[in-house]
């Protein structure tokens, strides 16, 4: 069986996944999609902090009675629904999913539920957080290698890694298309930049 790597982007209730072809610097890539990590229709999966916190967007709204189990609920039914939405990914063109490369902010979790829901923008993290887990909990397995990619440094790193310039490697990405048709834009090309790190940083720790 030959093995493929998957990159992710993590987004307030979806995500982008693309899967590259591993083996060798050139990349060759599968298959893209964009997945949702919870009913559209459920704001306390997809936005649990907001609920929690008393927003709805940017607007204020009564919050739960109970914020702390408004986040458990949500956080609960987004790992359910995340997982459900992962298994059509597991194996694609005959390749078995070997790495996962999580593109990841630098903002950090609050120490409490008050403290992460004291912000708008404190809230924003603690979601995106909260979908990277879910992602990264129903991408786990045994022999599989999951990190997190800096999504701010990722194309700089591909470059250095591949040997190549971010104006040469923006050209090569910008030849390619996967081959489900799925849709190639930036997100698509990073998301296959952080699959391709993932793989290659496993190889060469």
Known sequence: MRRAAIGVAAHLGWATLCVVATGGRALRVLHSERIETADPDDREACEPFHVAGGFDGLDRVPPPEDPQAAVDRGLAKQRRHTKGALRGIERLHGEEIGWVGILVSRGRA???????????????????????DSLRHALAKPGRHVED????????????????????????LAGLEPQNSGAWRKEEKTAALAAWLAWHRARNP
């Open 110 to 132: 609050a120490e409490t539920l008050e403290r992460a829901t004291a912000s708008h923008t404190q809230i924003h993290i603690e979601e995106g957080i909260a979908v990277r």
């Open 149 to 172: 990619v800096d999504q701010k440094a990722v194309w700089s790193l591909a470059g250095e890694a591949l040997g190549r310039s971010d104006a040469a490697l923006a050209k090569e």
